[in-house]
């Protein structure tokens, strides 16, 4: 599959926060299930530079966040569409949007947080060479939860 990505207008912001729904416990990733963050989604100042579509052909089928935490580590967001997860796409799409994060920002560690639960994404994770680094705790969708941070060099 040949990925490209596209810095993220307000209309594919707002077509990702009201139309992706994802089954099950993994409802916790709905954008409306945590209105902080839907906030942010969908302000394009708060949204800055620093979201993007992944395209492939024309279809938007998902998005990276890359967050300068210092001059040496990029934190990653990443969201794909509902319809795509679970059927073994996790992989390529996370090698691409590193791939796209090395290009850009050249950093020398990549981190992410991902909730505890959601261990088909710490699998690809860690396949990838992602390292498991601590565990913390995070107030998100109306109660608390358990994350993992995790780091790549």
């Known amino acids: ?53 992944v395209m492939n052909g024309t279809e938007v089928i998902g998005f990276f ?31 691409a949007g590193i791939d796209f994060a090395k290009a850009k920002y050249n950093p020398e560690k990549i981190t992410l947080s991902v909730a505890t639960f959601n261990q088909r994404a710490i699998k690809v994770y860690k396949k990838l060479g992602f390292e498991e680094d601590e565990t913390f705790m995070q107030d998100t969708n109306g109660s608390r939860y358990e994350f993992l941070k995790m780091i790549y060099y």
Do not use: C
């Not at 729904?21 to 209105?35: I, L, R, V």
């Not at 966040?65 to 580590?73: A, G, L, P, Y």
């Open 65 to 95: 966040s890359f967050n300068k935490v210092s001059e040496s580590t990029i934190d990653l967001g990443l969201g794909m569409r509902p319809d795509l997860t679970g059927n073994g796409n996790g992989l390529i799409f996370l090698i």
């Open 1 to 53: 599959m040949e990925y490209k990505f596209e810095e993220m207008t307000q209309e594919q912001a707002e077509d990702i926060a009201f139309n992706w729904h994802y089954n099950g416990e993994f409802s916790f990733y709905d954008m409306e299930s945590d209105k902080e963050d839907l906030v942010e989604f969908l302000d394009p100042h708060k949204r800055g530079n620093s979201y993007f579509v």
